[in-house]
């Protein structure tokens, strides 16, 4: 039958609104607004209540790595510059723009200032370090405390660590914070996790609903933007349109047969590939790296560990309540049995047929830990599972012709235990 | 004179059985940020878990190829059960691939005592030492209940005390390679140092002391013709240096390594609660490059280029380690800027002596036209 997508009536707003991420920072910067470089895991509810334009590190290398051809030449640049091809690949990208002066959006958009954090691994510190240094531009970092069972005074330590970066914010902009937008700016974001998190419900239905493809071009919105009013109505828009197609049984892959979880981060330079699977009749159902954006404790309910209950969040009336719901968000139990145990989860929950896992190259804190986590999967559920190794922004880590067969080998495997199995479908308890 | 120092290292795990037969508790670790005063006044012997030249089989199964050779190399010797004889490891928040390392350990070999201290990132701000003097406490009562003591201020204190002696006098050994002639070779340094995080303090300090007093009067000095820094991430084995020292002639005469200076040069201060100076002591000490700022490593670099007035500098860092990757232009640069020719290698756990050989020969050849 081959794929035929129906086309997502939201897709032009979701355009549009990364169109208008890209072009704020040429207008913001002629408007005199001050451009700011900085991880994603840097507050951006925060960020978003005052007048700045952030660049998500991460969001420029997603777009640079799909910048085709180039992408290998922004890598080659920072390589040039003696930052060697094992190191993230992201970070090569923002680096290599850097040193050529051009990227995705054109010329390398210079910041005004730098925020680091290690909100996902020690290596954006590093990354962040890397840009500051060529700019001497304020710049400041932000330490997440690593904790499988974090206490009060971990939290105490974040929290003070965001005062700090609302001062920085003060310092550079030169204004005075503004406590309303603040509230706004953190209650609008936590709305669009509540909306996110239904949009991560809707794709349990059969067949699943949107593409994991499509679903990553949604990422900005929740990512980058989600402080915003706009990318909450995108998401709004996002999840009533599921809901929709829920209601009427229409799916993404409408001969959908397989329901595949995929763990780990997108191969952002080649998302045709997850087409190659849909033509296949398998769907991405769920996907940790996606799901982790929502409230994912909540998602997941009571019995995963959690920190200061941040299964719930509560509607902040002032700054000091607004920072501190933010703070719960980030500093949150994590570890190899956290992330064994949410894969498990999302792979039952979500009941899913088979996982694939993408070993990313360079990555070593996403990377490590899979192996471990394939196994502890498979002996709990049975299900079959695929490494994939590649990169997510390094084409040249990426073999399509090795993918193909050993997709075709794996996706065979699974309809080999449908058959067997049977409980159709069902995860093994 | 340094017999008994390579011993330790070579047999050191017979080395902690035998402690382990006198009563001793050995606790292990991988990283320097460990803060082993505290392990120390709970009566246990800190043992620090280096790689070995023997090709990992079992760790594959945890960690992909393109980790470090180190972290490979202890996963793979825990999985084998050679540190089966550990009373506990403990693990602080530097790298990414060491904490994720200790989280595979942790689930797939059982240990009676496991602790993750969470060491900041940031070094340079008071809301990072408030935090850090808590993590502290919390370790100290994890130490309490896991080895049945009490750990009190003069307790802790007196280890203070005997690892501050421990880093002075092997910074001694620093002073006198600064020399024009100097009398201990980059090699037997490494040894000394090796040795010190391999067995009690107080029985090394000892043999440090008596080592000291007989270095002046030596009679086989090494020869020193090319006189080299090493700058380096974890160098675990003296295999390098041995090399470089011996074949090729040079001698390194100072470093920044953590299995080297940045483990000797930063002493606890005596004054005020102890729990507060050991918390300055590890955020204050020259930085790895795990933590920021990282400005006090690169001055530490040029500083020590200066006074023991090297010729050229070796870059050796482990293959697939990212923070020294991502440090190593910014290094490059200031060498170059401060006129200092270097060559640049990647370690693993067993060297490659002919290439090293070939390149390392060829550098000195180009340090010693550029002195004429």
Partial sequence: MGYQPIPLESWKDCKALNNEYGQRISRGRAAGRLVGWMSAVVSPEITWAFEVVPIGGEWYGAIAADWQQEQVDL????????????????????????FSGRGPLGDFPKPDFVVGAKGGCNIQIKWYEAIARRYPVPFLVLDTPYSPDPEEYHLEYYLSQLYEYIAFLEEVTGTKTDEEKVVKSVTTAFRSSDVWDEIMELMKARPCPISMKSLYSY??????????????????????ELAQRVEEGAGDVQDESIRLLWEGMPLWYKLDFIKYFHENGASFIANGYLSGWGNIFRTFGDDVPTSFGTKIWTEPNSLREAVLEVAKRYVRGRGLSHRIQSTIRLAQEWEADGVIWHSNRGCKQVASGELDCRRSLQEETGLPTLLLEASMADSRDFSEAQMIARADAFLEQVRQRRRESKNVGKVQR | MFTSFRETVESRHNHARELKAQGKKVVGYFCIYTPE???????????????????????????????????RSILDQGLKGRYDYLDGLIAPSTCDTLRLTYEIWKKSIPMPFFDFVNVPTRVDTVNARTFFVKELARLKGALERAYDTVITDDSLRRAIDVYNTSRSQMKELYVLREADKPIVSGTETLLVVLASMLTTKDEHNKKVKELLEKLPSRSNPPSCDTRLML??????????????????GALVVTDDSCTGSRYVWDNVTTEGDPLVALAGRYLDKIPCPTKHPPERRFQHILEKLKTARAQGVLLAFQKFCDPHSFDYPEIERLLKEAGIPTVYMEVENKIAPGQIRT????????VELELV
Avoid at chain 2, 37 to 61: K, M, N, Y
Avoid at chain 2, 64 to 70: D, H, I, M, N, T
């Fill in chain 2, 37 to 71: 005063e505290l392990i120390h006044a709970a009566g246990a012997v800190p043992v620090r878990i280096f790689s070995c030249e023997e090709q990992p089989t079992q760790s594959d199964a945890h960690l992909q190829p393109f980790f470090c050779p180190f972290a």
């Fill in chain 2, 359 to 366: 390149r390392v020969q060829a550098f000195l050849e180009m």
């Fill in chain 1, 75 to 98: 890598s080659q640049a920072a390589e040039d510059a003696g930052y060697s091809r094992e190191l993230c690949a992201y970070a090569r990208m923002s680096l290599g723009s850097m």
């Fill in chain 2, 231 to 248: 700058v380096g991430s974890e160098i675990d084995n003296t295999a390098l240096l041995e090399l470089i020292e011996g074949e090729l």
């Fill in chain 1, 219 to 240: 990422m900005p919105a929740i990512v980058n933007m989600a402080a915003t009013p706009e990318a909450l109505a995108l998401l709004t828009k996002l999840r009533d």
